[in-house]
């Protein structure tokens, strides 16, 4: 006999519980259902300078499965926590991202295309397909992957102060992951948001450099190591792992990386505790390396 819906909400949001407060966060039940399922937060002074909490909405599976609603747009800052498996014998698998980045991936799939999204702003699908696997598999959680994602750099600025620094460090180093907890504001390419998630995994275990000169050296290495390509390259590059379709499909735009993301990166760097205000910025017109486009094959224009 299968498990009824109650208790598959209940061994599911055990199951979440359990990886939060093994992530060194802790986790409140909201006294009235809005929307929001737990309230993870971090909240000692040795782990954070300001106190950081996020909402979570669980979608619990016996199997597996993927939902997107626009009602969760109003609630501001939610994470989609979908947790497979409950209840079975097979591994149990969570994944978790922002409201906008399952939207995100309903439009790649073409789910708000659909009648169902346009009439009830709703899509459910319980047979993942290989692209759907794709599309989620940057956002799919393991040991340390909760607590940058809930507290993140937020968590080590202080929100009152005139210029963004912390009133108290965080105990503890912050890595270079944790830069990429908010996505940027818009992307170059296709390609460019499931780069941003490679380099946020690579990233997750290096500490975070004093300069912002050696920080844009690491991320520049990991840039050309995952792509095959230096980031001072002028054209739009391919890379077939991020390829799931779209005219752009596959394509990383080294231009979007160069002029917004790695400065976002190291704007966010300075804004940490202990930090010079001062440290390398892209200068308009600078040359690149002589050897810059050699040994990877360009795609179209960005």
Same mark, same amino acid.
């Given at each position: 006999m ?18 939060l ?33 996020r ?30 498996h ?32 346009a ?24 040991p340390?992957?909760?607590f !940058? @994602? ?6 080590? &600025? ?5 210029? %963004?620094? =912390?009133? $108290? /460090?965080? *105990? ?13 504001p ?12 490679d ?16 920080a ?8 050309a ?23 752009s ?13 790695? !400065? @976002?990166?190291?704007h966010?760097?300075?804004? &940490? ?5 001062? %440290?390398? =910025?892209? $200068? /308009?017109? *600078? ?11 360009a795609?179209?224009?960005?």
């Amino acid at each position: 006999m299968g498990l009824d819906t109650q208790v598959v909400e209940l061994l599911g949001r055990n199951r979440l519980t359990g990886e939060l407060l093994g992530d060194g966060l802790e986790v409140a039940v909201p006294a009235r259902d809005r929307g929001v399922d737990l309230i993870a937060y971090a909240d000692l002074a040795f782990q954070v300078a300001a106190f950081a909490a996020r909402p979570i909405q669980m979608k619990a599976f016996t199997a597996r499965g993927f939902s997107v609603d626009r009602k969760y747009t109003k609630i501001a800052d939610l994470l989609l926590a979908y947790v497979w498996h409950v209840g079975g014998t097979d591994t149990a698998v969570t994944y978790a991202m922002p409201h906008a980045a399952a939207v995100r991936v309903a439009e790649a799939m073409g789910w708000t295309e659909t009648a169902s999204w346009a009439d009830g702003g709703t899509y459910t699908r319980t047979s993942p397909s290989k692209k759907l696997l794709g599309l989620l598999e940057p956002h799919r959680m393991g040991p340390g992957k909760w607590f !940058p @994602l809930v507290a993140g750099v937020s968590a080590v &600025l202080d929100p009152g102060s005139a210029d %963004g620094r =912390a009133a $108290v /460090p965080a *105990a503890g180093p912050v890595t270079m992951g944790m830069l990429f907890r908010d996505e940027p504001p818009h992307w170059g390419l296709r390609g460019d948001p499931f780069l941003w998630a490679d380099l946020a995994r690579r990233l997750s275990t290096v500490t975070c450099p004093e300069s912002p000169e050696a920080a844009r050296a690491i991320i520049e290495g990991a840039f050309a190591e995952l792509t095959g390509c230096p980031v001072y390259r002028s054209d739009p590059l391919y890379v077939g792992r991020y390829n799931l379709g779209g005219m752009s499909g596959g394509h990383v735009c080294p231009e979007f990386w160069r002029d917004t993301a790695i !400065p @976002l990166l190291l704007h966010r760097l300075r804004a &940490l505790p202990g930090r010079e205000r001062g %440290g390398a =910025a892209p $200068v /308009p017109g *600078a040359e690149p390396p002589a050897d810059a486009d050699r040994g990877c094959d360009a795609g179209p224009g960005c």
